[in-house]
């Protein structure tokens, strides 16, 4: 393929530059019709974090578990429109029979989280672990990760977490095997660990870049091997944030996202999952104060459903996700347009010697 090919290709991807110029009220519009016209054969999912004009238009939104949950329960849609990440759209082609179609409406909304572990190095630390523990250790990843990643955890007896089910999967990893080398993202894998009575010093991060671990103490006493991964958003939520939150406001709560830092889980009045936050934030009672350790959109979204209670960012000066923020009303209408036309762009379909060994890792959380 010559590098004009490489260009035509890359830009029939690439939505047309009318379609921003488009006013709101009109893309909705048509939006509105072309649902209404394709009806059961098209389905629409939107993660939490995704921006309100496209939520809108979500026939289901939920995190990445519930989405994957009802993308697998849906056979009647031929098209899945993904309004997520990539990752979260390869979960759904896994999930969804053949005849199924799975469109994400903007190539660029990826995760940085599940680009920080890829094959080459996976495959690498699995030779040291089996080196060093011997054919001791169960590997599990968090579904922030690619689908060649879960096919690799798959085929070694493993499972796919989200941080909804986490503690359940690595109580049930610890039933198969001594230790777990826990994928991509070390900061729920630490603090899911920890939650369930492992010490802080039984736990080594392995670094993938320098291809070595970092820990202190006797590797022999290691019980879960942390990839060195991380959300680039839950990093930015610091013990200065709460600090800061104590002292000007002592009288309100702090819930985070197990993806934040041990330190800031530590000190943080409650953790858990997007959809734990949401429902205890839905069953909290008027007049309550909460500060929220999560991705921007979504917490602007809580804030706004909920007039009676005083809410605010843990950290002011957040932006939202920046892959997560790329899907926008253009990209939908745009991608819905083709559809229409008979002409479907930034299909995902994951390759099926892939998608038989992700299944696995995905079934065996989903069936637990």
């Known amino acids: 393929m010559n590098i004009l090919d490489v260009l035509k290709k890359e830009t029939s991807g690439m939505m047309p530059e009318s379609y921003k110029k488009l006013t709101i009220e009109e893309m909705q519009m048509r939006v509105t019709a072309i649902k209404e016209r394709l009806g059961n054969a098209l389905y629409i999912p939107g993660h939490h974090y995704q921006k309100d004009e496209v939520i809108q238009f979500a026939d289901s939104t939920g995190d990445s578990l519930q989405l994957a949950q009802v993308s697998a329960k849906n056979q009647e849609a031929k098209y899945i429109v993904f309004c997520g990440v990539h990752f979260m759209a390869e979960t759904a082609d896994i999930l969804t029979n053949d005849e199924q179609i799975v469109i994400l409406p903007d190539m660029r909304a990826g995760c940085s989280m599940a680009d920080m572990a890829n094959m080459n190095q996976t495959e690498k630390c699995w030779e040291v672990l089996m080196d060093t523990f011997g054919d001791t250790i169960i590997p599990l990843t968090y579904v922030n990760s690619t689908a060649e990643i879960k096919a690799f955890v798959g085929k070694n007896g493993g499972a796919t977490v989200t941080s909804s089910n986490a503690t359940d999967m690595v109580k049930w990893a ?71 939150v104590r002292e000007t406001r002592p009288n309100m709560r702090i819930i985070v996202h197990p993806e934040c830092s041990r330190e800031v889980v530590a000190l943080s009045d409650d953790a858990g999952s997007t959809k734990y936050i949401i429902d205890t934030i839905n069953s909290a009672p008027p007049g309550s104060k909460w500060a929220i350790g999560t991705e921007m959109n979504l917490v602007k979204r809580i804030i706004n459903q909920h007039p009676d209670k005083e809410i605010i960012s843990l950290n002011q000066s957040m932006c939202p996700c920046l892959t997560m923020n790329r899907i926008d009303l253009p990209h939908l209408l745009w991608t819905l347009e083709n559809i229409e036309n008979g002409k479907i762009v930034n299909q995902i379909k994951v390759d099926n010697g892939i998608a038989v060994d992700a299944l696995l890792a995905l079934e065996r959380m989903l069936h637990h």
């Open 174 to 244: 610890f039933t198969q095997k001594e230790r777990i080398l826990f994928l991509p993202d070390q900061h729920l894998g630490r603090n899911t660990a920890y939650s369930l009575g492992v010490p802080l010093e039984h736990m080594a991060v392995w670094n993938p870049i320098q291809g070595c671990f970092e820990h202190d103490g006797d590797l022999e006493d290691v019980k879960v091997i942390l990839w060195k991964g991380h959300c680039s958003v839950h990093e930015n939520f610091t013990v200065h944030n709460i600090k800061e």
